[in-house]
């Protein structure tokens, strides 16, 4: 099991300096609104994945008014992990002071899996957030493909680059543009195949554990939409050449993937009910806490930001039921603690509370 002993912030969000020490499986952090909880658990997320849950950008992680920040954890086998973002706006990442030379030689060592608000994104908006799932799923249990994204989103830039130079013109220097088609295909080809792999693995577990927390039986489903099922990128760029120079965009490619949810066969975001959706979140997140779980043989620090809130009793009883039998470690806010009394009211191990002021 991952599981984190205590972390220290320096000028990382809201946070001047701090250090919090997690003494109990299960720790709920409580306070009012705006306070610094959901930042706690983004440092943790942080330490596990080399970059934050909520934003792209580290400078937007650096309290305002500084410049630098500093992140640090010891996990339960003892070894500390550190995170330095250096005036310069330089980034290090290591683990018992040694230096990763790159920051994916990282993803993996722990891990972890946070459910928040904003997360039902996943459902209404645009395919990068899926995408963006998927991949940040499957890269901690599988390095290379880690390695085949990376190489495949420089490529796309540069191809995109050169197609943009081109300005909408004929004739474009073919032999490049081959050679960038040929480059794409070759990291493509398995990256297709791991999302494919993985998708109908998650929607096994998602079945599972939407029928356990929903208060009605729908029958729910995860379809991996990629052209690339049925024909090569190789073939799609030689003959959608012509549609790319016009745009000057790359029109066709893994970068174009995306996550069909449907609920009794149709579209998901538009028959589904509030109640609902979050039953497909949590299941959907909870798919990958397993998922997880089973392929790196550690049990995910799992993170629970905001849950019950504007979510009915009923669900949160029995996402709590579910959670609880986990036995990992896992971390709450709330800005009530007499509600989360309640809702974890029957959990065998002790609850940590720490008041956020």
């Keep these: 099991m991952s599981s984190l002993k205590n972390i220290s912030l320096f000028h990382f969000k809201n946070y001047e300096q701090q250090t919090f020490v997690f003494e109990k499986e299960v720790v709920c952090l409580i306070g009012k609104n705006g306070v610094g909880k959901t930042s706690i658990l983004d440092a943790i997320y942080y330490l596990c994945f080399?970059?934050?849950?909520?934003?792209?950008?580290?400078?937007?992680?650096?309290?305002?008014?500084?410049?630098?920040?500093?992140?640090?954890?010891?996990?339960?086998?003892e070894r500390e992990v550190k995170c330095i973002i250096r005036e310069n706006g330089k980034k290090e990442f290591s683990c018992d002071e040694e230096v990763y030379s790159k920051l994916s030689s990282h993803i993996g060592k722990y891990s972890s899996v946070m459910i928040a608000p904003d997360d039902t994104q996943l459902i209404t908006e645009g395919s990068e957030l899926r995408r963006k799932f998927l991949d940040g799923m499957i890269a901690q249990i599988d390095p290379v493909y880690l390695q085949h994204i990376s190489s495949y989103a420089k490529l796309l830039v540069q191809r995109n680059a050169y197609l943009k130079s081109c300005k909408g013109e004929i004739p474009v220097d073919l032999t490049l543009l081959k050679l960038y088609n040929e480059q794409l295909n070759h990291?493509?080809?398995?990256?297709?195949?791991k999302r494919k792999f993985f998708v109908e693995k998650l929607i096994e577990e998602a079945t599972h554990i939407y029928q356990v927390l929903a208060n009605d039986i729908e029958e729910i489903k995860i379809e991996y939409d990629s052209k690339l099922l049925n024909d090569s990128l190789l073939n799609l760029l030689e003959t959608n050449l012509f549609k790319d120079v016009v745009t000057a965009r790359t029109n066709y490619g893994?970068?174009?993937?995306?996550?069909?949810?449907?609920?009794?066969?149709?579209?998901?975001?538009?028959?589904?009910?509030?109640g609902q959706r979050k039953s497909f979140l949590f299941a959907l997140k909870l798919a990958q806490y397993q998922l997880l779980h089973h392929y790196l043989a550690q049990k995910p620090i799992l993170l629970l930001d905001d849950i019950f809130e504007k979510l009915?009793?009923?669900?949160?009883e029995k996402l709590i039921q579910y959670v609880k039998g986990l036995h990992t470690q896992l971390f709450i806010t709330d800005t009530q603690k007499h509600r989360v009394q309640k809702e974890c009211r029957d959990f065998e191990q002790d609850i940590q509370f720490v008041e956020i002021v």
């Design 50 to 77: 080399t970059k934050s849950y909520f934003v792209s950008n580290d400078s937007h992680c650096i309290k305002n008014g500084t410049q630098g920040m500093f992140i640090k954890g010891r996990f339960d086998d």
């Design 187 to 193: 990291h493509a080809e398995p990256i297709v195949m």
């Design 254 to 274: 893994i970068h174009k993937d995306d996550l069909a949810f449907t609920m009794n066969g149709m579209p998901l975001k538009q028959v589904a009910s509030q």
């Design 312 to 316: 009915d009793e009923s669900r949160s």
